[in-house]
């Protein structure tokens, strides 16, 4: 089974930085994912990590550390279009045997003036 | 490729009726999944297809829900004696896998459903 957790609600001026945590528990970890959802739209990618460091892509950027079911997403240069939920999901091994993404709640970004 | 299509896009019905939703995956991508997103919360899996093979199915999910993807392309959920609390935003992801391991799923705009 899983257990992902990431805070539910953030805030954030326009042009700083945020960090956004994410602990996960499984059985069969085969990656880490992060996803940003806009209100009343579907999740989009934003990137992936299967090893242990730091992937950078523009503004955002996503860490992992596998030995302490750690990661986090960086956003630098915050603007307000970045105000939306971000999901961290992990891959992990179904019942069948096939590895599925499972998602934590969501972390809810507000960014204002 | 207009991305993954899902049909209808809400859908509101009486307690005991049956729903079906269907999902046009984008056409290279041979894995389909179904999610079930509510509001404040994460989207929680239901099922996965490998081509026309239905590889997992969450223990969650009631003997009520139904999916198939009969020639590997598009895929339906059926909701048989829908309940007041399915209601909720369904969504229909499809992927590819890449050389990095990586299953990136592109989703689509989702079938909202409400149950009265």
């Known amino acids: 089974g899983q257990n992902i957790d990431q805070p539910t609600e953030m805030t954030a001026t326009e042009g700083a930085i945020v960090q956004i945590n994410c602990t996960y528990q499984?059985?069969?970890?085969?990656?880490l994912f992060w996803y940003q959802q806009h209100a009343g739209e579907a999740p989009t990618f934003l990137s992936y990590?299967?090893?242990?460091g730091l992937e950078e892509k523009g503004r955002f950027s996503s860490f992992l550390s596998r030995s302490k079911g750690y990661s986090y997403l960086l956003l630098k240069e915050l603007q307000m279009k970045d105000s939306a939920s971000y999901l961290c999901?992990?891959?992990?091994?179904?019942?069948?045997?096939?590895?599925?993404?499972?998602f934590g709640r969501g972390t809810s970004l507000i960014v204002h003036p | 490729d207009t991305g993954v299509s899902q049909d209808p896009r809400h859908k509101i019905t009486k307690r005991g009726q049956n729903v079906t939703f269907r999902c046009d995956p984008i056409?290279?991508?041979?894995?389909l999944y179904w999610y079930r997103q509510t509001l404040g919360q994460g989207p929680e899996f239901l099922t996965y297809?490998?081509?026309?093979?239905?590889?997992?199915k969450s223990r969650l999910l009631s003997d009520r829900f139904s999916a198939e993807r009969p020639k590997g392309s598009f895929s339906t959920l059926e909701i048989q004696r829908t309940e007041q609390g399915d209601s909720a935003m369904y969504l229909c992801a499809s992927s590819f896998r890449v050389h990095s391991g990586a299953n990136v799923l592109t989703f689509g705009a989702g079938s909202r459903l409400t149950v009265l």
């Open positions: 056409s290279e991508h041979n894995r």
């Open positions: 499984t059985s069969g970890f085969n990656g």
């Open positions: 297809f490998q081509n026309e093979a239905q590889l997992e």
């Open positions: 990590n299967v090893l242990d």
């Open positions: 999901a992990v891959r992990d091994k179904g019942s069948g045997g096939s590895y599925i993404p499972t």
